[in-house]
């Protein structure tokens, strides 16, 4: 369990992207952020106090969370004095990053000579076991997606938002590592060895015996070739009764990949439920959830509705128009009447 209260570090970020694991913990979590802390040349700014260590230590602070992330998920080499200077002044150090605190001998031994924490969220928890597919107690909802980085974790918290805003249980349950930062708990699914991938997703969402749903935050994409893999080991541990399909309008190409094309939707929805059915027969797709912002509002409007009209499904963009239809078919679904 990590707990804070933040201060969000942002380095010397000066692409949006590579802070977005600060920026969804400043939008998710704000009651637990304290501040930022921003290096000379940042153009980032998350609306926060802008804060020293010593002056996040004493305003409450907890833990610095590492925020600013680079393609290769390597901490940057002007951070490690950072992280020094933050656990001297008396805070635990948190990192999503593929490069681990602990691997780093100086903020090692400095954490471990001052007695402080670091928290490298990528570890995958010890005595993980292969998935059995058997079948559990409970309703869990898995998003999915037409490709990576299109908003499946914002799509699940605010699936759990407007959940509990109308009073139906349900609980967000993290896979990446900015979702475990701020639910404060999960597990980073890109870091478990593949065998165990579907074993630790059935952990994650265990049985569940009381009423509502797990909303299970989804990664990657069955027709991404990099990430397909990771995708079809949550799909067959959610054990999902319910999908929601993530996508981008707009976008040309399979991230990082330029020249293959994303896949057609109705293409895309019968696969994940193909895969989804081999553990769960009965899973049904339920809604599509769309990042419009490339799109001017009466673009937005169309491509929705267009959708909305061929699939015979829910679409809406989260961020704008809420997730307030997605859940009533959700309902209409599977609520007893």
Known sequence: MISGPYLLYLGEAADPISVKTARGIAQWRPDACIGQRRLPGCEIDLGLADLTYAEAAAAGAKIMVIGDANAGGVLRTSAHPEIIAALEAGLDVASGLHQRLKDVAAIQDTAQRLGRTLHDVRDAPEGLKVGTGKPRAGLRLLTVGTDCSVGKMYTSLALEQEMRARSIPADFKATGQTGVLISGNG????????????????????????????????????????????????????????????HEAGRPHIRGLEGRPLPGFAECIDANLAAARLTNPTVRAIGVSVNTSRLDPR??????ENLSDTLGLPCQDPLIDGVGQIVDNLIACFEPS
Do not use: K, M, T
């Open 299 to 304: 673009e937005r409007r169309a491509f929705c």
């Open 187 to 246: 597990i980073a699914i890109d870091a478990v060895v593949a065998d165990f991938i579907s074993g630790a997703v059935e952990q994650l969402a265990p049985a569940r015996n009381v009423p509502g749903w797990d909303i299970i935050e989804g990664q990657g994409s069955l027709f991404h070739p990099s990430y397909a893999g990771v995708s079809l080991g949550l799909l067959h541990g959610a054990q999902p009764h319910a999908l929601v399909l993530c």
